[in-house]
């Protein structure tokens, strides 16, 4: 700790809870990390340890340059291997690291040396500098002279020899400060102590002793720490460590400051080069102190002094390595930066300012392994950066540069075939010696340390160029630095969904493999890619591909390979000679015959003598039988083959007819062993076969057809016959493939396969133009060919009559009745034959649920709506059967039926029996309607409708029933059932429609008159009403239907009282007439009630105009008048009043009650004139 932080760390230590909350961060340092250098991958400290530096090929950065610089500080003091404390602290400093402050933290032993310090320079007037960058100075600066050196010392405050102790430490400090020899690396002191000061009287001490502690070693309060060995000590490490840093900052600031100062002696006359030197390392010291911006802002003022350096042939190549250095950290800080664009920016400007840099004309070579290496650096740093967040996009990505990158090493490869192949004699090396210990980067070993424009020695500098390409021609493996660069943009391709970049740099990948003699892998490769290229039908791409996979097949001896890929080579539609086309033939047909193969064009002749000996270990280690199949859909085919059935369908009792047709593209005949069409019934695969050892056959309509001999550019038909298997009636036969054997099975045997293509399973016949479209043919007739691929197998056609006889439509409820007559048109018996009979699939759910079959006039309770299996016997020619099917339907739709005659029959084919079942259905569709409308109507005994009843006083149920039927029905007989809260006022109650027809629009009704009794609910059910009822027909097989009807609800109401009239039906003018009212109390308490009894001009009467009167509890009170109607018609009765308790506050009119109850109107007859009979006999 600081020394004036020594009091506070040691009143923390005796506070768990603080140290526990903070977790060791309660330091007055305060250290800002920037949140970028957290995202950047870490990379390991590589850093080399001597002033040699390891030879770098062109391009190549050191691994210091790559790494993540961290600040240097070195720790000395700790024995870890003999002090378990020791060791403990020093495992606290090292572990964990990356979620710390970025320190280089390097445990010396006592007595380090570090590099010795140079003299500085006071005056650079005469100093003419030999390079830009020394090769020592990154990893001196990294690894070999601290920011910080540490001493730790075992010490307590309250040690009993602190004197002796004190000045041990002294003397640590004075020895680490000569080994730095005069550097400016800050010194630090930390006292190891077994425990924390208590606060009280030894923080005094304490204080006292650390004053003193100083003063002796000559350190400042600030770089004296105090390190408890307690539970917290990871809390103190990672203080102490925070501390460190800003040490290191200080140092690193200092560093930078005293190289600035340098420029004031600087002139760009002859001092340009220590421009960029120094500007790099104020960067480099920078991008130490963590500050990224700064450090960034450094490189590219050090790139901009590097572009003002004059060029050369002779110092090119150090301003390129150099340039590239600059460029790799510009682009590396750009990206944890966040500002990817500037980083791609600045890669395009820097290849644009080099890319026509090539240098020496004899070296181009290097030029472009410098390029190559340019954009691979950088593609690395691309795909870095993706991997810690950055979002990449299809058109920029770092496959792009990993395939320009192949691309300049691909150049570099030809460059030094052109350039370096005449160099075949080994060369003095000796000019080469020291290229692993160059003082600069990017210098020459011949002519290190020279700056001259031009060569110094032109006979050493061609020496030096001679040895440079025998070395690039006979040492440098360039096949194995393009394939990996290939690689990883073949990986990034695929990555962002870039296919055809992908299939064209696997290619290069292939050929790049074979040039590396590498056949299998190119092999792999090659055929991996091929599948796309062969789809897409690019002719040129495919027969250059395939030549480079035929060769590797070849050169090594992959028979199968070699196979498969040459069919395809000998097609017409592949690029090549027709000579080579035959020679492939042959080695074809060599191969499989076991016969040595001819030597293949387009490869050299030693190359050709290898393979034909590695062939012919391979026939002779050939042993067991080698059986392979090809498919010949995915590749270009040499033989095109079609094959399909003659029709569509084929019934049961007919031959199924197959045909295959075969084209062939390729130079010369040639034969095959066997011929076998493949079905999805494998029972049929053995009808449809041609063996070449086969002397006949019964399945080809030629006696030569079975030959397999084949005649390029002639179409080629194989004719096959065989009867269906009579399970597979109602289904469908499918071509699967088709099998053409190359060789022998006993050898070696390669089997053509066709498979058919996946959508010709559908029942549509594929179009002339999807056959064309997948065709490699050149013959239109051939293409033309449409072959149908499956057939159906349809039952035999049934010969036998249906015939079905209704009366439609069908009414609901009723069982409606179906007379079949069946009648057998076939010349032999039939037998077990069935009915079937079922509703059709697809109709509505409620039509399923609400229809009844059957062949009885009977139904369940459960519905049946598919009749199976009805037996019908069996039937000789001629033989007619009828057969009556019932249907009852209980909802009004179109019900679609299907009936299916099912019988068995023997028919002879070629003196072959075979035993068929046949089918036969007719379909049909039935209209159910509904045979009556019931209308329900409530009256008064006044005959006007009324929506509720008055209980004890009679009403009317009317039934009006019309009729839907277009045939006439015959009402049988019709019923109510009442509830128990209902009766019937007539005792004796028949139904009105017995034996009564009702016709198309008709309608019957009928009366019944009812009564509810006092005690009676509010609404009460009216019952049901049944009616019996059928067809008005003779017809035995129509039976009657009862169908039921749920009558209205009724509501109920309790009147005071009853108000009945007893008049005579009619009056005649002035003939005196009597009528009396009753009145009934319905209530059970007495009523008082007051009469008026109106005037009328149409009567005159006899009685009490007004009465007032009691009605006892329920009784009745009657009025009588004498009534003598003055006109005639029909006229109005006097107008009775009723008013109950009257005068009283509870006075009631009953008017509109006495109307409804009692009838307004009577007719009235006129007197008629007598006949002079009737004068004679009156007198």
Known sequence: ML??????????????????????????????????????????????????????????????????????????????????????????????????????????????????????????????????????????????????????????????????????????????????????????????????????????????????????????????????????????????????????????????????????????????????????????????????????????????????????????????????????????????????????????????????????????????????????????????????????????????????????????????????????????????EGADALEYYGQRPWRACCQSLEPPDPQKELKGIIALKYKEFHEVDHSMIIIPLLSSAVAQFKKYKCPRMKRQLTVEMGEEYYCYRDFKQSLTLLKHVLWDYRVEKWRPIVSSILTTALRSAYLSANVQDYISLGIEMISNWILCSTDEKSILQNNINNTLLGKPLFAMPGISEQDNKEADKLWQETIQSHKEPLIFTIQMTSIVPFIECKAGFVSENYMADQRITVTVYLRMNCPQPMSFSKLNVLFNNEKYNSFCEVPLTHDKTSHTEEKNMHKLYLVPRNTHTFTFNFIPDLNDIGKVIQITSVALQMGSEEYLCAVLHWTTPPETFSLVSPTATTIKAGSFSDDPTFQNIIPLSHTTILPRNAHITIDIVHQPPALINEFYVFRLSITNDEISKISNVLLNVSLKEGQEQFVHESTHLSDKAEHFQKNVTYLKDILLGEMDPGEKIEKCIFMKAAEVSVRKLTFEIIYDINVEIDDQLLYCCCKKTQDLEVFTVEPFEFVFKILNM???????????????????????????????????????????????????????????????????????????????????????????????????????????????????????????????????????????????????????????????????????????????????????????????LPNMRLTLNAGKSSELALDSLVKEMTPTHIFVMPHGRKSPGDLVAST
């Open 3 to 432: 020394l004036h932080e020594t009091k506070l760390l040691q009143i923390m230590a005796n506070s768990d809870t603080d140290i526990n909350r903070t977790g060791g961060c309660q330091l007055c340092v305060h250290i800002k990390f920037s949140c970028k250098k957290l995202l950047h991958s870490r990379h390991t400290n590589n850093y080399y340890s001597s002033n040699e530096m390891a030879p770098l090929d062109i391009g190549d950065l050191p691994s210091e340059l790559t790494s993540n610089p961290s600040a240097y500080v070195a720790v000395t003091g700790l024995d870890v291997e003999n002090n378990v404390i020791h060791r403990t602290i020093w495992e606290s400093f090292t572990t964990n690291r990356q979620d710390r402050v970025p320190l280089f933290l390097k445990l010396l032993p006592v007595g380090q040396e570090f590099p010795e310090a140079k003299p500085k320079r006071t005056s650079y007037d005469w100093y003419v500098p030999k390079g830009i960058l020394k090769t020592n100075w990154l990893p001196k600066h990294l690894t070999q002279v601290p920011a910080v050196a540490v001493q730790f010392v075992d010490l307590d405050w309250d040690s009993p020899s602190w004197a002796e102790k004190r000045l041990e430490c002294a003397n640590k400090l004075e020895l680490l400060r000569e080994s730095l020899q005069g550097r400016s690396t800050r010194v630090a002191l930390v006292l190891i102590q077994k425990r924390a000061a208590l606060p009280g009287a030894d923080d005094q001490i304490a204080a006292e002793r650390a004053a003193s502690l100083c003063s002796a070693c000559d350190l400042s309060g600030k770089t004296l720490f105090v390190l408890p060995h307690s539970d917290h000590l990871y809390g103190y490490t990672l203080r102490l460590q925070n501390a460190f840093y800003e040490l290191a900052q200080t140092y690193y600031h200092h560093e930078s400051r005293r190289i600035k100062n340098h420029k004031d002696h600087l002139n760009k006359t002859t001092h340009q080069l220590l421009f960029v030197r120094h500007q790099f390392k104020i960067a480099f010291l920078t991008e130490l102190k963590q500050d990224i911006a700064g450090a960034l802002k450094s490189y590219k003022q050090a790139y901009a002094n590097l572009m003002e350096v004059r060029a050369s042939d002779a110092n090119l190549l150090e301003i390129k390595t150099v340039a590239g250095f600059i460029n790799y950290k510009m682009c590396r800080l750009s990206f944890l930066n966040g500002t990817p664009l500037d980083a791609i920016s600045q890669f395009r400007n820097h290849v644009d300012i080099f890319k026509n840099k090539v240098g020496h004309p004899e070296l181009a070579f290097e030029h472009s392994a410098w390029m190559s290496k340019q954009f691979s650096h950088f593609g690395d740093l691309f795909e870095d950066a993706v991997q810690q967040g950055l979002n990449a996009i299809q058109t920029q990505h770092p496959g792009f540069y990993y395939q320009q990158a192949a691309n300049h090493a691909s150049n570099r490869k030809a460059m030094c075939y052109k350039l370096c192949k005449s160099v075949q004699e080994p060369p003095d090396f000796e000019i080469l």
């Open 942 to 1132: 006044k005959f006007e409708e009324q929506q509720s009843v008055r209980a004890e006083e009679p009403f009317i149920l009317k039934i009006d029933i019309h009729s839907y039927s277009s045939l006439p029905l015959l009402l049988a007989d019709s019923s109510v059932e009442l509830p128990h809260q209902i009766n019937f006022v007539d005792e004796d109650v028949t139904s009105q429609l017995q034996n009564l027809t009702l016709n198309f629009g008709e309608a019957a009704s009928e009366c019944f008159v009812l009564v509810t009794p006092l005690e009676c609910a509010s609404r009460i059910s009216s019952g049901t009403y049944s009616l019996k009822w059928k067809r008005n027909s003779s017809d035995e097989l129509h039976h009657f239907v009862t169908t039921l009807v749920t009558l209205p609800f009724l509501d109920v109401v309790q009147p005071p009282i009853y108000v009945q009239l007893n008049s005579p039906a009619y009056g005649a003018v002035r003939t005196p007439m009597m009528v009396t009212y009753s009145i009934h109390n319905r209530t059970s308490y007495v009523q008082e009630m007051k009469l008026v009894y109106d005037s009328s001009d149409a009567f005159m009467y006899a009685g009490n105009k007004e009465i007032h009167f009691r009605i006892l509890p329920r009784d009745v009170y009657k009025m009588t008048y004498n009534l003598y109607p003055l006109v005639a018609g029909y006229a109005m």
